[in-house]
């Protein structure tokens, strides 16, 4: 059964750093481009990085980095310089390689063939 599991979310002061991961099973890890969304309350689903293309959104550009272990199937991103705005739920995605993204879903939710995490709590205060 393919599954995707977050780990690293937390609270943690404005300027703070986390390293969120995402340990992948049940499918070939190497077949599938991987990226992180994330929904604050009250907002849409935003994409915020992609392994395949470098993508990072404009909102954290600078800060957050994205990177993955194909040894251990996961893909991880360190956020730094966390700010209060940064505050949201953290998915990892998981989608056919070459298949298309979208910057906003209304919900971060399986949409269609992709898979997705349970999602992990970012909590930043000012």
């Known amino acids: 059964q393919e599954q995707l599991v977050e780990s690293g979310g937390g609270s943690v002061q404005a300027g703070g750093s986390l390293r969120l991961s995402c340990t992948a099973s049940?499918?070939?890890?190497?077949?599938?481009?991987m990226g992180w969304y994330r929904q604050a309350p009250g907002n849409k689903c935003e994409l915020v990085s992609l392994t395949n293309s470098e993508y990072v959104a404009d909102s954290v550009k600078g800060r957050f980095t994205i990177s993955q272990d194909n040894a251990k199937n996961t893909v991880y991103l360190q956020m730094n310089n966390l700010k209060p705005e940064d505050t949201a739920v953290y998915y990892c995605?998981?989608?056919?390689?070459?298949?298309?993204?979208?910057?906003?879903?209304?919900?971060?939710?399986?949409?269609?063939?992709?898979?997705w995490g349970k999602g992990t709590l970012v909590t930043i205060s000012s």
């Open positions: 049940g499918f070939t890890f190497g077949d599938f481009d």
């Open positions: 995605v998981a989608a056919e390689r070459g298949g298309s993204w979208l910057a906003l879903y209304p919900l971060c939710k399986k949409y269609g063939t992709e898979y």
